[in-house]
């Protein structure tokens, strides 16, 4: 018997909060008069049903139309109900649907147990007791409905928490989540290599363009800076026309040409903000934490030597990278041995930084 994928149950981020709409049921039971039986309850209950004979019949009408709720005879054609329930558990579609078993021949407390252990909500006599069937329905569709109310109000924690911790214009992990992420790095162990970008001459952009140009140049080096990262690198935008990349687990001698490989891509970029603003470049500071024995330096320590690079870079003519090894240990700051500490380029014209 062929098992359809099916589509989602809902999806949480394009829905309201879990009203009280409709429920449809779907009963399945291979005794034609006991569907018709339910059919005419659960309708005049308000509720919307639909029916099933078999498991094939019952796949098919998930597939097209999830069910809020499952009724399921116990003694089906062609394989019990009970197997068929454990089956439905494992669709994980259905994680949230209630499942009640239902029998009009098999009435003992073992035949409950099973059901009850094979994933069922309830087990429930038929035909018998109508009032309370329709009561134990009502109950299973409210704690559905709990149940969907607590993961909606999850989801939205989750996406408070995150655009907690992101940039609203670039997308980008924001300065708030980028020092969480930094502070955890450092207390890694591993080797952590911190980026510091800074647009040169971005307050000209902005007055001879106008702001929303100005916004346009943002979003593209934000784009350009997810591009040039590895999956894992942590991109932020520390606030205004600066980010800083954070990067871990690297050989640290690489830290002036992974500062280089940004400075170029910026450079290279090909804007298109609408306004005919010219290139843009970026002058860099990179700091490097070897790690080892002797204790971390603070987060504030890290981005105070990348921000100090960072204005050499500026001193010395703006479009380069200045890097710089940082210890713990504040009156040790040095050179990174073997490798060029700044990259020069051509002095980019216009005021500003």
């Known amino acids: 018997m062929s098992r359809p994928s099916l589509p989602p149950v809902h999806s949480f981020e394009s829905i309201p909060p879990p009203s009280d709409v409709p429920r449809r049921i779907l009963v399945v039971d291979d005794d034609a008069g ?23 019949e019952a796949l098919d009408s998930i597939n097209e139309a999830p069910p809020d709720l499952i009724l399921l005879d116990v003694h089906l054609a062609g394989m019990s109900g009970i197997e068929f329930c454990g089956e439905l558990r494992m669709i994980d579609e259905l994680r949230l649907t209630p ?21 069922a909500d309830d087990f429930l006599q038929v035909p018998e007791r109508l009032e309370e069937i329709k009561a134990r329905i009502r109950v299973q569709l409210r704690n559905r409905r709990d149940r969907e109310m607590l993961e909606w109000l999850e989801m939205q924690r989750n996406k408070l928490r995150t655009a907690a911790l992101r940039d609203s214009l670039t997308g980008l992990t924001n300065r708030r989540g980028g020092d969480k992420a930094l502070r955890h790095s450092l207390s890694s162990g591993e080797v952590v290599v911190l980026v510091l970008l800074d647009i040169d001459h971005f307050k000209n952009v902005n007055d001879t363009h106008g702001h929303a140009a100005g916004d346009a140049v943002l979003q593209q080096v934000a784009a350009t800076l997810e591009r040039r990262s590895r999956r894992g690198d942590v991109v932020v935008r520390h606030g205004g026309e ?11 001698k690489l830290a002036a040409s992974i500062g280089e490989r940004y400075r170029s891509a910026i450079e290279n970029l090909q804007l298109s903000d609408g306004a005919g603003t010219a290139g843009v470049t970026v002058s860099i500071g990179v700091a490097v934490w070897w790690a080892g024995e002797e204790a971390a330096p603070s987060p504030e320590r890290m981005l105070s030597v990348a921000d100090a690079g960072l204005y050499e870079a500026k001193r010395n003519g703006r479009n380069r990278v200045v890097t710089t090894e940082v210890s713990s240990d504040q009156s040790l700051i040095g050179r990174i041995k073997g490798l060029p500490s700044v990259y020069p380029r051509t002095k980019s014209p216009g005021g500003g930084t």
């Open 34 to 56: 006991r569907r018709l039986l339910f059919e005419k309850i659960l309708t005049m209950e308000g509720y919307g049903v639909a029916l099933a004979f078999d498991a094939d």
């Open 242 to 252: 600066e980010f800083f990349v954070l990067i871990t687990g690297v050989d640290p």
């Open 99 to 119: 499942i009640v078993l239902m029998s009009a021949v098999y009435k003992t407390e073992e035949w409950a147990v099973r059901g009850l252990l094979a994933g």
